[in-house]
Nanobody, 120 residues
Framework: QLEESGGRSVQAGDSLRLSCAAS????????LAWFRQAPGKARDFVAL????????LYADSVKGRFTISRDRAANTVYLQMNDLKPEDTAVYYC???????????????WGQGTQVTVAS
């Protein structure tokens, strides 16, 4: 299971860190990712990281502003979000899969999501 936390309302330009705690074993072959879904829109890829080593990938829209990281001892993945913009407003979901991929079907375990709202 995955449980996200850290979402809240902020102002444009602020920073926020989301956490995703995984219960149970996370295998070294796992890939952990963040997706987001704005109201009325599809769920989109944000960032991913391999569990076993520092290998990350970002959506163009967040590159240079967001950083994904993992703490293997704590079984937790983080998403550090800097210079937030109103268009970053969405429900953010953590997901776990075994493919280094950005499509939703590659991930079979999802969290419930955490709301991030960025006011202009």
């Amino acid at each position: 299971q995955l449980e996200e936390s850290g979402g809240r309302s902020v102002q444009a330009g602020d920073s926020l860190r989301l956490s995703c705690a995984a219960s149970g074993r996370v295998y070294s072959s796992s890939v952990l990712a963040w997706f987001r879904q704005a109201p009325g829109k599809a769920r989109d890829f944000v960032a991913l990281t391999r569990w076993s080593r520092d290998s990350t990938l970002y959506a163009d829209s967040v590159k240079g502003r967001f950083t994904i990281s993992r703490d293997r001892a704590a079984n937790t993945v983080y998403l550090q979000m800097n210079d937030l913009k109103p268009e970053d407003t969405a429900v953010y979901y953590c997901a776990k899969g075994s493919q280094y991929a950005t499509d939703l079907p590659s991930y079979n375990i999802w969290g419930q999501g955490t709301q991030v709202t960025v006011a202009s």
